[in-house]
């Protein structure tokens, strides 16, 4: 029963005013993101649904819409098929080598940049971002230039000095090595402004002490910049990562997957499936496939580096 | 005027658009003038309907000189009928993907209203169902499409799908020897031949000779001069370049029925040796990435003795500024006495949204008058009559050969998945040339694949 001339009054021993004040603002709050989340749900949410939709129904261009349900029929298809066992193989070579060699690249650079009282160090970060500016279309366009065999500037120079030429595109040899080099020189640029910035905003306490306890560069590097630099670089890896198994632009434009299959990656098939074979229920299962081999890699990474950190 | 004469402005259109405009100009309206309201096709009078008046027609092009040379004469269309058309220029490879995600569109929901239709395109997009048949309204065209202005040959690769008209053609590319004419009259150059091949030089007549002469050729001068200018770039460019040497010996990618792949047989596995021979040992460094602007800017460099190639290429050799042959090109059936003939034709999609207004345009540009004048201003023309023109055949001498090269040629076979089967082809092809299988390895991996499309 309830004290007389009380009622109006809220009763704050159940319901404090932070208990209140998250009640009003709450609901506030989601509304403000609303917008976001509906983007995110047409932009990204729907596509997803609907290619995993595809992907298990029967669903060929040439035959009409789409088709009968297969539940998994496409998936063991496709895994089954070699030019994707190929198409693969290439993918997971192209991340691992473009993810430790733009890495490596974006840190000496970034350890370089990040000297004290280093001059001019604005125009020397402008110049190393000049390649992120230009579109991956252009950069094929013009490293495809570059290392023709007969017009090709590299072969030139490379005759100047007295060493031969070579089919830089040409060989199945050399295919990949090549697309290899072409997408460090253009994504390097964006690993070194991640990791610059993880750099400077380092706390400069540890390393000033260290140094006043007679530690070497090297061990500082080795057991306080790099550890502090994890996440950062952490981050920097999966932004790569994914964006390398994904390639599809650079392929398209240097050598359209040749020769033979050496630079086919899975994007690239996978275009091929949508575009070429018009199947595009297959193509939605190589798709979520793709998905399925990010999620479970990024998931594993994160895993590892924060044991590494947290130990 | 002569085709090489320099101070022919009118087809400058690679390094100059807006001069070739205008310089065009003059000649476009002096064309016109005579047939400014309708066209003649002999007896009968051609008349075009103004019920689409306001219509803006949209279609997907390909860049190239036959489009230039219609979008000049839009604004004749544009005053006969009142229909405004815009077109959407674009190179090649991009050219399939954008028209299919028009053409799965349905009914009405397309941007484009017709379409330029490649030739291994034609089965997909009418067996798919994504096109009108067009045969169906040739008859009520009042003349202005007659379908035996058109050779069986013309026909048989780009307009009939199961025996029916689905498309109707606009201009062919057919494929040959395109090969330096010079230096098969120049003593100093045959003496070198000789002296390496043991031979005198001669035009070769099977597939085997010219690989051999490409060869010979290619230690004449090396780095100066190649014996063959060849594209070996994985998908369209290696296969077409392929083909050449396939039909040349006989060999197909099915057998008759088309009910098994027969490219992995002793013919096809022949043309495969050869082809891989030539670009090792007869043509330029690179080859097996070369894509068809590097082998005609190696043309028009007079880099290359000889090229399987189209016939624009020597075309384009003897009207661009910068080419060094001029006049010293000629073109021959593929030896072996069959090449590859390409065509483009015209198609109604049934995503079109304003089909009839589409069918206005088609009649119009595939009417004899204006067919002329598109051949006239250098197209390689689809129809018969301009072959029949002398001051066709006196401008550009070359085209004396297309009525060999077209009823000799080849397109590819009849299933539906053609697109594909160029890219499962040509990947296998590409991993010969580049050493990854040898030639009756990659043909067994390609017929495994092939068998796939029946």
Request: charged fraction near 15%.
């Amino acid at each position: 029963m309830s004290i007389p001339g009380t009622e109006s009054q809220p009763n704050t021993a159940v319901n404090p005013p932070s208990r209140r004040a998250t009640r009003v603002l709450f609901p506030f709050r989601i509304k403000m993101v609303l917008p976001t989340i509906f983007a995110l749900l047409l932009i990204v949410g729907y596509p997803l649904v609907y290619s995993l939709w595809i992907s298990l129904h029967d669903y060929d261009l040439t035959e009409g819409g789409i088709g009968d349900f297969v539940g998994l029929f496409n998936f063991g298809k496709v895994i089954r098929l070699d030019p994707f066992h190929t198409a693969a193989k290439n993918t997971a070579v192209l991340t691992v080598s473009v993810v430790v060699i733009e890495l490596a690249f974006a840190l000496g650079l970034a350890l370089l940049l990040n000297q004290p009282g280093l001059r001019f160090k604005n125009v020397y970060l402008a110049i190393l971002l000049i390649p992120l500016l230009v579109s991956p279309v252009a950069v094929g366009l013009i490293w495809r230039l570059l290392l023709h065999p007969d017009l090709g500037a590299i072969n030139w120079a490379l005759n100047g000095i007295g060493l031969p030429g070579q089919e830089w595109l040409g060989q199945q040899s050399t295919a990949m090595p090549t697309v290899i080099g072409v997408d460090a020189w253009h994504e390097t640029s964006l690993l070194l402004v991640i990791i610059l910035a993880g750099l400077t905003s380092l706390p400069k306490d540890p390393i000033e002490a260290a140094t006043v306890d007679g530690a070497n560069r090297w061990q500082i590097f080795s057991t306080i910049t790099l550890p502090l630099l994890a996440p950062v670089m952490l981050v920097a890896m999966l932004i790569r990562m994914i964006a390398a198994m994904k390639t599809y632009d650079l392929i398209y434009i240097l050598t359209s997957g040749g020769p033979g299959s050496s630079t086919e990656t899975i994007s690239f098939r996978i275009w091929k499936l949508g575009f070429t074979a018009l199947d595009m229920g297959k193509a939605g299962a190589a798709s979520i496939l793709l998905l399925l081999v990010i999620l479970a890699m990024t998931m594993i990474l994160t895993r590892v580096m924060k044991i590494d950190f947290e130990s | 005027m002569k085709a090489n004469d320099p101070s022919n402005g009118l087809f400058d259109y690679y390094m100059n658009r807006r001069r070739l405009i205008q310089s065009a100009g003059a000649a476009g309206l002096a064309l016109a003038a005579a047939n400014r309201l309708s066209g003649i096709a002999g007896a009968q009078e051609i008349t075009f309907s103004r019920e689409f008046e306001g219509t803006t027609l949209n279609a997907l092009m390909e860049d190239l000189l036959e489009t230039t040379l219609i979008e000049q004469m839009l604004p004749d269309f544009e005053a006969l009928t009142g229909i405004k058309v815009q077109f959407e220029k674009v190179v090649y490879p991009v050219m399939h993907d954008k028209l299919v995600t028009q053409l799965a569109a349905g009914e009405g929901s397309g941007t484009y209203d017709f379409l330029e239709v490649d030739f291994y395109w034609v089965y997909e997009f009418a067996r798919a169902g994504w096109v009108e048949e067009l045969g169906l309204r040739v008859p009520d065209s009042g003349g202005a499409i007659d379908l035996t202005r058109y050779t069986d040959a013309v026909l048989a690769i780009n307009s009939l799908v199961d025996g029916k008209n689905f498309f109707i053609p606009m201009y062919v590319y057919p494929m040959g020897l395109l090969y330096r004419k010079d230096l098969m009259e120049d003593q100093a150059f045959k003496d070198s031949y000789k002296t390496i091949a043991g031979i005198d030089l001669a035009m070769p007549t099977t597939v085997e000779e010219y690989v051999a002469v490409v060869k010979a050729i290619n230690q004449i001068n090396p780095g100066e001069m190649y014996g063959a200018a060849m594209q070996g770039m994985q998908g369209d460019p290696i296969v077409m370049e392929f083909c050449n040497y396939l039909f040349g010996v006989g060999g197909s990618f099915y057998n008759a029925d088309v009910t098994a792949p027969s490219i992995n047989d002793e013919l096809g596995v022949k043309a495969l040796t050869l082809y891989v021979d030539a670009m090792a040992n007869g043509a330029q460094p690179g080859a097996a990435n070369a894509d068809l602007n590097d082998t005609g800017a190696l043309w028009r460099q007079g880099k290359a003795f000889s090229s399987a190639s189209y016939l624009f290429v020597l075309a384009d050799a003897e009207n661009m500024e910068d080419s060094q042959v001029k006049g010293k090109g000629a073109v021959t059936t593929m030896p072996g006495g069959s090449g590859l003939t390409g065509a483009w034709s015209w198609g109604v999609p049934k995503s079109s949204p304003n089909p009839d207004a589409a069918w206005e345009f088609i009649k119009w540009v595939e009417s004899p008058d204006v067919a002329m004048k598109r051949a006239l201003g250098g197209s390689v023309a689809a129809q018969k009559a301009p072959y029949d023109n002398p001051e066709y055949i006196a401008k550009y001498p070359w085209m004396a050969q297309v009525k060999d090269l077209v009823a000799t040629g080849q397109g590819l076979p009849a299933v539906t998945k053609q697109a594909q089967l160029v890219e499962i082809t040509g990947r296998h092809l590409s991993d010969a040339v580049s050493g990854g299988k040898a030639p009756q390895d990659a043909m067994d991996a390609a017929a495994e694949e092939l068998k796939e499309l029946l």
